[in-house]
């Protein structure tokens, strides 16, 4: 995704919400192509890996799938195996998006970019704090987008040192203090200038708009001056959509077939008319946004003439009479001489007879 010329980057994240399918997730590919989105997200995780037996579920997971069974039975059911994952990768090709994984444990980022040869990893928020998969992704050599749900300022310059750290050092042993010095490095932030991206993120599913707080973004961005972005979870699309007004490079949205379908994220997540309707919004936004200088733009300049006025006869004034408040004044059209002149020319002799509303000529 790097390199992208200023386009916002929208990733649909199909998540789990493929159920576990493999035909699912490759509706789901179709359905974030045909709207436009440059990436399409799945999750990659073996579910012994993830979580233990005794894991127990997020109370909107609870209230998704019901509390009979664990996290960690309800993570085998959302398994995709090595083989959907190459089907996945073909079909992506096929209809021109970017397939992109988060990987929830190292075998899973292991085979992302061995295998499946991957140049971009998302970690997600739940990452911040695993420093041994940040290690992983960033000693892999490839691009990181990094959610910062749940986080504090301060966790995430831990996690952004610890990338800074993979990415320069040579192998020495990783520390508290080896990933601060490399985060103050020049090589270091070199390196995650050209390679991270922060997405700010409120985690939970759907995320009240109170709690968003969008402005974090600019925080994350001000801090450490790297890329950032939004992953969102509030309900519609406004916030992805105002995120795209606040120079947000990187746009996550989860994406389902039918917000109805049984499992973890379909309730928070956007059906595929929704998906374009936002992808659409977001081109505009940034189609807007322009180059920042205050000009008159191409579109507009014919309207001039139209709306400014320009200094003309109130009555009938003779050559060699002065003009004065009672027979000059302003009025359309424009593209004669400009009101702002108007207390330079009081006074002055008229040049030649003026009939009313005939502009004053120098």
């Known amino acids: ?84 994952h190459h089907a996945l990768v073909h079909h992506c090709r096929e209809k021109g998006i970017d397939f992109l994984s988060t990987p929830f444990d190292l075998k899973s980022l292991e085979f992302l970019v061995g295998e499946l040869e991957l140049e971009t990893l998302k970690l997600p928020s739940g990452a911040i704090t695993n420093g041994p998969l940040l290690l992983a992704a960033a000693r892999s050599g490839a691009d990181v987008i990094l959610s910062t749900g749940m986080s504090t300022l301060h966790e995430v310059r831990d996690a952004i040192g610890v990338l800074a750290f993979g990415y320069t050092d040579a192998g020495s042993p990783p520390s508290r203090q080896a990933f601060d010095r490399a985060l103050k490095s020049d090589a270091g932030q070199e390196s995650l200038c050209r390679k991270a991206t922060l997405l700010h993120c409120t985690s939970e599913y759907p995320a009240p708009f109170a709690d968003v707080n969008l402005r974090a973004m600019d925080t994350l961005g001000e801090t450490f001056g790297l890329r950032t972005g939004l992953s969102d979870h509030s309900p519609g699309t406004a916030i992805a959509i105002a995120a795209a007004g606040r120079g947000a490079v990187v746009i996550e949205k989860h994406l389902t077939l039918d917000r109805d379908l049984p499992g973890p994220d379909h309730r928070a997540s956007i059906e595929p008319d929704a998906l374009e309707e936002m992808t659409a919004a977001i081109r505009q936004v940034e189609a807007a946004l322009g180059d920042g200088v205050k000009q008159p ?35 359309r059209p424009g593209g004669g001489i400009s009101p702002m002149d108007y207390w330079a020319w009081l006074g002055r002799p008229a040049g030649r007879d003026y009939q009313a509303d005939e502009l004053v000529e120098p």
């Open 297 to 331: 733009a191409p579109s507009e300049r014919k309207n001039m003439a139209v709306a400014r006025h320009s200094l003309v006869a109130l009555c009938p004034i003779a050559k060699g009479e002065a003009f004065s408040e009672d027979n000059l004044g302003a009025k």
């Open 1 to 84: 995704m790097s390199g992208n010329g200023g386009r916002v980057y929208v990733i649909a994240e199909a998540g789990v919400n493929h159920n576990g399918d493999a035909d699912m997730a490759r509706q789901l590919v179709d359905a974030a192509a045909k709207a436009g989105a440059d990436g399409v997200k799945f999750q990659t995780f073996r579910a012994e890996s993830l979580a233990s037996a005794k894991a127990p579920k997020a109370q909107y997971q609870i209230e998704t799938t019901g509390g009979g069974e664990s996290q960690l039975d309800m993570l085998r059911r959302l398994e995709l195996s090595a083989q959907d």
